[in-house]
């Protein structure tokens, strides 16, 4: 299949801390329209790998380009220009709590837009539909679930339009149903929109309904041990641990 050019260049990366080296020789692209999951086990790097795509923190080497643009370039207008393009829905959500959700919705618009009132009020009611929280503009994150404060956030996230979405671990602390519906949220926002998403999770029922193609990040290596489809690494992967993870032992219960 002719994908055509990446939309995210990762070119020999190494990440980490001061001294301390998270991730070593990380290279990977990421197509256009693609659902690109981020796995790995607790505390292997993969937060700090979205942290490097959306250049908030520099990497010690290597090079992310991301639409044409080099992330790790010192270059402030540049970095405007990228962050622009993505969006971002944190594990927290992020809303203020002292805001309604139509005036958190209301931010990056109001900030980046030079819109008047009338259109970012419609723009805010649009983007609550499109995440199935129409009529909820005037409600406080403190008065709504779980589930309902994530879908505001990514409310907010996509209030730009932005061409890459970036999700770290959406579904934690969701349960089973709230979390089905949320990726059911996700495909449909990458079917009708084509924009290009990023997302780290390890819900393995998330992982097969949602993505193209999966990286897995591995602590001891520092590096990605599995690359490619997640249903055919489930069946065809030589690597037991890679196995092991797609095909986890179900405890018996009684
Ligand atoms: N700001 C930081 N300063 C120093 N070490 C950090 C920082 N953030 C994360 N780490 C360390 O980097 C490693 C990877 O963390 P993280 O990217 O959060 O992993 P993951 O998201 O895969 O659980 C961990 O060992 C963590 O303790
Ligand atoms: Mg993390």
Not at 38 to 67: A, E, Q, R
Not at 119 to 136: A, D, Q, W, Y
Not at 221 to 244: C, F, M, N, Q, W
């Amino acid at each position: 299949m002719e994908k055509g050019d990446p939309i995210i260049k990762v070119e020999n990366l190494v990440a980490g801390y001061g001294d301390t080296v998270i991730l070593e020789h990380i290279s990977f692209n990421v197509y256009p329209g693609e659902i690109f999951v981020i796995l790995g086990g607790s505390g292997c790097g993969k937060s700090t790998l979205l942290k490097h795509l959306i250049g908030l923190i520099k990497p010690l080497s290597g090079v992310i380009t991301i639409d044409g643009e080099i992330v790790t370039e010192e270059d402030e207008e540049s970095f405007k220009r990228i962050i622009r393009k993505i969006g971002v829905l944190y594990q927290s959500s992020a809303l203020l709590g002292s805001m309604t959700l139509g005036e958190n919705i209301a931010l990056p618009i109001k900030e980046y837009s030079g819109l008047d009132p009338e259109s970012v009020e419609r723009i805010v009611r649009m983007k609550l539909k499109l995440v199935g929280l129409e009529g909820f503009e005037n409600h406080l994150p403190s008065e709504i679930s779980g589930g309902m404060k994530k879908r505001a956030g990514l409310a907010r996230a996509i209030a730009l339009n932005p061409a890459i979405l970036m999700f770290d671990e959406p579904s934690a602390g969701l349960d089973p149903v709230t979390s089905a519906g949320l990726d059911e949220l996700i495909l449909d926002l990458n079917k009708n929109s084509g924009t290009t998403m990023v997302i780290v999770t390890h819900e393995l029922s998330s992982i097969f309904t949602i993505a193209d193609r999966i990286i897995m990040l591995d602590r001891k290596t520092k590096g990605i041990i599995a690359e490619g489809d997640p249903r055919y690494l489930r069946d065809h992967s030589p690597d037991p641990y890679v196995k092991e993870f797609f095909n986890p032992v179900k405890e018996k219960r009684g």
